[in-house]
């Protein structure tokens, strides 16, 4: 009995964390089959939520994960004050009904431009971003990422963004909200050595904040894009690319076609562009500047990203944050390459 006793408590403490101790988790997607299950955003995400003790809000573009609706009525049902915003379009299926069901409060944008954002955040100091929408493709069968950053600072920048959006209504506005807004808004949080920025749009003109970095690169562009038809950027790109800069990047294949696509533009100029390599969708929105600017978030690089969509982006200085994403870009970049030279 002691023996059976020993190894259950061996086992129950063998059993890994998905939480994570220091400032930032990084994590990605994993339709090639090749990462361990603890690593995914699915997983982390659903074992914060298990973790939350206080509070949950959450504003996502489309929910119908069945499991992530399960851990926020989980936590709904010991005490946790959960909120979420959704856009109205996507206010349908299993997830959202059990969601609805357990008096989980949901507020939708109820217009024809999107509530396109994926954040959350949890217990007032830990903040979830990137492009991962809570949907059974997003996680399992799209490439994605998502950053984990535990910042009570940062938390309350996203808040001010939910409450703007849950409690008062407000979608798609393009200046800041409310009066005194440009002083009480913040944008800057440094984080250790970390420097984050973080944006809204429409009320920021992300397109213009993200061409003002890009011009201040030195040595290298690379990105990831799912959407990719802002003439700006692009035309920037291509300037930097002439000028002696590096720049590399994947588009998603099913879009490369559209005549808005900056994807045959970049061909002609030379720029070593390529569709991506997974059957289904590579869903990022990343881009990463001299290896050590990484900017990642909701906002696909699109005029309706730009002028209607209520998205968000962080702009995260930091060699080792940059590393990871580089290390993604430059694996979903060769599977490109390889594609290509398949005539896939």
């Not at 914060?48 to 996502?60: P, R």
């Not at 909200?177 to 920021?204: Q, T, W």
């Not at 699109?302 to 969509?309: F, G, M, Q, T, V």
Request: aromatic share 12%.
């Amino acid at each position: 009995m002691k023996r059976i006793i020993a190894i259950i408590l061996i086992l129950f403490f063998s059993i890994p964390s998905f939480s994570f101790d220091g400032l930032y988790l990084v994590a990605f997607t994993d339709p090639e089959g090749i990462r361990k299950r603890e690593s995914l955003p699915e997983e982390i995400m659903i074992q914060e939520i298990n973790l939350c003790k206080e509070s949950f809000y959450g504003a996502f573009y489309d929910i119908s994960s069945i499991p992530f609706a399960k851990a926020l009525i989980s936590a709904k049902k010991r005490g946790v004050e959960v909120l979420l915003v959704t856009d109205s379009d996507n206010f349908s299926g299993k997830a959202i009904e059990m969601i609805v069901e357990a008096g989980i409060p949901v507020v939708t944008d109820e217009r024809t431009a999107l509530m396109h954002n994926k954040f959350a955040i949890i217990d007032k100091e830990i903040i979830w971003t990137g492009s991962t929408n809570v949907t059974e493709n997003c996680f399992k069968r799209n490439n994605n990422n998502s950053i984990f950053i535990k910042s009570h600072e940062l938390a309350e920048i996203y808040r001010a963004e939910f409450e703007e959006m849950f409690i008062h209504g407000v979608f798609g506005n393009k200046k800041e909200y409310g009066a005194f807004a440009s002083v009480r808004n913040k944008y800057y949080v440094r984080l250790g050595d970390i420097n984050i920025n973080v944006y809204f749009s429409p009320e920021n003109n992300v397109e213009r904040i993200i061409d003002e970095r890009l011009k201040k690169a030195k040595k290298s562009i690379r990105f990831m894009a799912f959407s990719f038809t802002s003439d700006k950027i692009g035309e920037t790109m291509i300037e930097k690319y002439k000028s002696g800069v590096i720049v590399e990047g994947v588009f998603e294949k099913r879009g490369t076609k559209s005549e808005h696509s900056e994807f045959t533009k970049m061909l002609i100029e030379g720029v070593p562009v390529v569709a991506d390599g997974n059957k289904k969708i590579m869903h990022h929105k990343v881009i990463i500047i001299d290896d050590y600017r990484v900017i990642t978030g909701s906002f696909n690089f699109s005029e309706n990203a730009d002028k209607k969509n209520d998205e968000n982006i962080l702009i995260i200085d930091d060699e080792a944050v940059a590393k990871i994403y580089l290390k993604e870009f430059q694996r979903v970049y060769q599977r490109g390459k390889d594609g290509r030279k398949h005539g896939r």
